[in-house]
């Protein structure tokens, strides 16, 4: 043998010794995603940009999930991403120990579809999330390295001389040449499913046993000390710079100087319960924090942001019904039980909203005539505008102190604490002392 052929030789045992690692790295960061994103790993190590998690952020929005629809459930994405580089590892372990076998087809044809569908992930990671998730993009790295890798390897001229008299050559060869490999790596990948469903499910059960109410985290004040670094966690998010000017429709003290603006439609399930928890949130802290309901109708009929047909107008009656409400001391009730329409499956038509109004002593003839007005669709019109203008692409979306957080209901225990920072950095120690003798 040739010292070229030598060198070559040397060159894609080195090329798969990569791969090798690469791949490894790859499994263990994403077991490290399906571990923060199950809620077993509480550390932000790796994950932290200027205070915020990125990792933890991603695990907590709708783009960390595949949705199965015909199932009604989502499945999360890093589990897809350690099976995917498990399988992958085990293919180039095949491959170090058994050169001539063809096992590189498979992994060939794999990683093409894996690098197509990480720069979706990419787009998502960079141009979505307000925090990008750096453990996804180390292994985004990665995935670069082994499909070059890969490429090299697949077209290289002594890597098929190695190979060519074997008598495996279609890919359903290769997955029964490597049977092994991938059986191994589908224990381990069952294994760890089983290990970090269980530790989940016993955070859940410890959470559930120490808690009394819907947020035991609510119990304590955030020390003072921590204060300015959850600040900086909040004022590193976007800025949505919001006018309250001429808004009537809020919940809360005329004074708070904690604000927070809520875009909702009173048919979306979430926006129900974000509501709930922010009305719970302004009793925890009360004079403190003022709820300004923006109205985001779900519905084309009277939000030009979106396309298609009509859904009755359901959403957009709420948002009209609501607004037309605003100015009336049952304004919070009625926003409460515009919501609980959803419980009872009630529409949101004539009939309900003046049962509703009726119910808590208003004027439906006046009411329904704001809501056919004029100015009920100037309001409205204004906040589907300063909706485009910060880009919400989902209800409920919220900002508080003029910082927009992700899509979604918040993480009740970072709010919480966020909220806290805001009112001990107005108030200083005299809100703990507050706060602790009205408990």
Not at 165 to 191: E, F, H, P
Not at 194 to 212: F, M, T
Request: charged letters at 20%; a positive charge; proline letters at 4%.
């Amino acid at each position: 043998m040739s010292k070229n052929n030598i060198k070559q030789k040397d060159l894609i045992v080195f090329a798969i010794y990569l791969g090798l690692l690469c791949s490894l790295i790859a499994v263990i960061l994403s077991a490290l995603l399906v571990c923060k994103h199950s809620g077993v790993c509480v550390s932000s190590l790796g994950c932290t940009i200027d205070g915020v998690d990125g990792c933890h952020q991603l695990g907590n929005s709708e783009h960390s999930k595949i949705a199965i629809p015909f199932l009604g459930i989502g499945i999360p994405i890093a589990w897809f991403g350690f099976s995917y580089y498990a399988i992958l590892f085990s293919l180039f372990l095949r491959l170090l120990l058994k050169p001539k076998n063809p096992a590189l087809g498979l992994i060939a044809g794999i990683i093409v579809f894996g690098l197509i569908y990480d720069l979706y992930l990419a787009y998502l990671n960079f141009f979505i999330l307000l925090t990008p998730c750096l453990l996804c993009l180390y292994t985004y790295i990665c995935q670069l390295i082994i499909f070059f890798i890969t490429i090299w390897l697949y077209f290289s001229p002594n890597y098929k001389t190695m190979v060519q008299n074997s008598s495996l050559t279609s890919i359903w060869d290769d997955i029964k040449a490597s049977r092994l490999a991938i059986g191994g790596a589908i224990i381990v990948i069952l294994l760890y499913i089983l290990i970090i469903s269980l530790s989940a499910s016993q955070n859940h059960n410890e959470h559930k046993n120490h808690s009394n109410n819907d947020d035991s985290s609510a119990s304590e004040v955030l020390p003072i000390k921590k204060t300015a670094s959850i600040l900086r966690e909040l004022r590193v998010l976007k800025k949505a710079n919001l006018s309250t000017k001429g808004l009537k429709s809020y919940i809360g003290e005329k004074d708070a100087y904690v604000e927070v603006h809520e875009f909702i439609d009173f048919r979306c399930p979430h926006c129900r319960v974000g509501s709930n928890f922010l009305k719970k949130m302004a009793k925890r802290w009360p004079g403190r924090l003022k709820i300004y309901v923006r109205y985001f109708p779900l519905d084309s009929a009277c939000n030009p942001l979106l396309k298609g047909e009509s859904r009755g107008k359901q959403s957009c009656k709420g948002a009209w019904a609501a607004y037309c409400s605003a100015a009336k001391p049952y304004y919070n009730l009625f926003v409460s039980q515009l919501f609980d329409f959803q419980t009872s499956r009630t529409p949101i038509n004539e009939l309900s909203l003046k049962t509703l109004t009726e119910s808590l002593d208003g004027n439906w003839n006046k009411k329904k005539a704001c809501m056919n007005s004029a100015e009920a669709n100037r309001a409205v019109q204004k906040d589907i505008r300063d909706a485009k203008k910060i880009k919400v692409s989902a209800t409920p979306t919220i900002v508080i102190a003029d910082r927009i957080l992700p899509a979604g209901i918040p993480d009740k225990k970072w709010f919480i604490r966020t909220l806290d920072a805001l009112v001990l950095e107005k108030e200083g120690p005299s809100a703990i002392r507050e706060y602790k003798g009205r408990k």
